[in-house]
């Protein structure tokens, strides 16, 4: 129950509850007060993060997710041009070898907008619930979204930028994806139109990719260059829907990270890599209340956590099946 109400408070903006003395477990006070005895000094960590930094697999999880966004993109484009009835479609509604499915907030602004459902439009989307209920929730963001993809690259820039003084990083309070998800409830509603979708820049690249090029690129570029000068990551962290529609399919999922506080040094590595760092508050010093703890259901299953880690404290996990894989 804990890990689904502290899922809720990340995907609605709100921060992590702090643990009082009383909230920890017995041996994470015990882990936290060996640690105390041998901290480990500045140029031991140093030599432990360096040693991650040359490991052979320390972008694993990177690009064994960025070979699975690229080949589930380009299947996509493989069959419109080659009029293959393989995957048809966009990501926002497709057809895989003929079986329906459907973007989970594209249909729920299709049902909104036309107060109607038909039978391909409920098989389409229980299918890629179900899909996505087992894969992780927000998972669909950083191995599926074509968005997600270029912003790690306009991320990249940034943080370049940012050391030379040359960009910023405003930040912005993350319950106003909330605001925007009712918004565009709304207007949806009101208007009749999926409105969300004429500016998704998922959707956008998506259908770009497949079928040419559109004047809509111009706002992803804006996007990508409002990210770069001005806030890391702000389509992502602080306005876009589909992660919280995703999200909230996550808090049910059996694939989690999963943060063991044993081995921790604490250093913040993790937290300064990851794109909704507000998940990673329990690596914080003082924060976990258990040995193990499941990251929540707004993280994206990204794994660069996982890369980075110098001790092997994060871990991707299935619920249920942890103890036999």
């Not at 129950?1 to 994470?28: H, N």
């Not at 493989?78 to 079986?99: H, K, M, N, P, W």
């Not at 329990?282 to 001790?311: E, F, H, N, Q």
Request: with cysteine.
């Amino acid at each position: 129950m804990s890990y689904i109400v502290d899922s809720l408070r990340q995907i609605i903006g709100l921060d992590a509850v702090k643990p009082g003395p009383d909230d920890r477990r017995p041996e994470v006070v015990e882990i936290m007060t060996e640690k105390r005895k041998e901290k480990l000094t500045k140029d031991g960590l140093r030599a432990v993060e360096a040693g991650r930094a040359q490991a052979a697999d320390r972008h694993k999880w990177r690009n064994r997710r960025w070979v699975t966004l690229i080949i589930a993109n380009l299947l996509f484009v493989v069959s419109y041009y080659f009029d293959v009835q393989l995957l048809e479609g966009a990501l926002t509604a497709s057809r895989l070898v003929g079986f329906h499915m459907a973007d989970l907030n594209s249909a729920l602004q299709v049902i909104l907008a036309y107060k109607h459902v038909v039978l391909n439009l409920v098989i389409g989307t229980v299918t890629v619930f179900i899909m996505w209920l087992l894969l992780g929730g927000r998972t669909f963001c950083s191995w599926a979204c074509p968005y997600h993809l270029l912003a790690e690259g306009a991320e990249k820039i940034h943080l370049w930028l940012a050391k030379r003084n040359l960009a910023v990083d405003l930040r912005f309070h993350r319950m106003g994806r909330v605001f925007f998800y009712l918004l565009f409830v709304v207007l949806t509603v009101v208007t009749g139109y999926t409105l969300f979708e004429t500016i998704s820049p998922t959707g956008i690249l998506s259908r770009a990719l497949i079928y040419g090029p559109g004047l809509a690129l111009l706002w992803v570029l804006a996007l990508l260059l409002f990210e770069v000068f001005v806030s890391r990551r702000a389509w992502c962290r602080y306005v876009c829907p589909i992660g919280i529609t995703y999200g909230l399919v996550g808090v049910l999922s059996p694939v989690r990270v999963q943060y063991s506080v044993k081995d921790c040094h604490h250093e913040g590595d993790c937290r300064a890599i990851c794109m909704v760092p507000h998940v990673l508050d329990v690596t914080i010093r003082g924060r976990a209340r258990t040995v193990l703890t499941d990251i929540g259901a707004d993280c994206t299953r990204c794994g660069l956590c996982v890369d980075i880690c110098p001790t092997d404290s994060l871990n991707f996990t299935v619920k249920g099946l942890d103890k036999v894989l």
